[in-house]
């Protein structure tokens, strides 16, 4: 048995949480053949991109990095093993993203297509909430297990690692760093020119 803390027991249901819900979602809407090609290529591709640019970094500390198992208690490695970590944090990323391309949607549908050229104001969109849930993430839920500076390693969506790693700003004590929202800063455009590549793609197959 692991025997987590309260706070690290609620840590754990909300990881596992966050990686199954796109998981459920995706097998419910391939059921009802009700989700687009589009998104679900998007969603592929940020699985990936997200495990290939930070995710399989941090979880093993491959480049000047300490890796997820020693930065957490022996509790948290029991409830989420090291070689599933990276696993669950990336399906977790791609929920983030599916929420993302949901809100776009939902808020420019009756004015643009958000997806058939760069729009300053659907970049902000996508910016505001990949950074915003990522504050959330970083402050309340992986509080337990980020490490200090110096402890996170380099990856290609974390380009300057733990070498210049300063804390942004503080809530209820909890830093906020830079490299940490860095992360999200850099998906933002890649998300964006994807469903942009994806949309103006499929369109001109139907022509």
Not at 187 to 201: D, G, H, Q
Request: hydrophobic letters at 50%; charged letters at 10%; one cysteine or more.
């Amino acid at each position: 048995m692991c025997e987590l803390t309260n706070d690290e027991l609620w840590l754990v249901v909300r990881l596992y949480a966050f990686a199954l819900s796109p998981v459920i979602l995706g097998l419910y809407y391939l059921i009802k053949k009700n989700i687009r090609y589009n998104t679900s290529i998007i969603l592929c591709l940020t699985f990936f991109i997200c495990a290939a640019g930070f995710e399989l970094w941090l979880t093993y500390g491959l480049f000047d990095g300490l890796p997820v198992s020693e930065r957490r208690s022996d509790a948290l490695n029991c409830a989420i093993p090291q070689d599933l970590n990276w696993v669950l944090n990336s399906l977790g990323d791609v929920f983030i993203v599916w929420i993302g391309l949901f809100l776009v949607k939902k808020i420019f549908n009756k004015t643009i297509n958000p997806f058939e050229k760069w729009n300053w104001s659907v970049f902000f969109v996508f910016l505001f909430w990949f950074v915003g849930q990522n504050i959330y993430v970083e402050v309340f839920i992986y509080h337990l297990q980020l490490g200090v500076s110096g402890d996170l390693s380099w990856g290609p969506l974390m380009p300057l690692g733990s070498y210049y790693n300063p804390t942004l700003f503080e809530i209820y004590g909890r830093p906020v760093t830079f490299q940490s929202q860095l992360t999200w800063v850099l998906m933002t455009p890649i998300v964006y020119f994807l469903a942009i590549y994806l949309n103006n793609k499929s369109t001109n197959q139907n022509v």
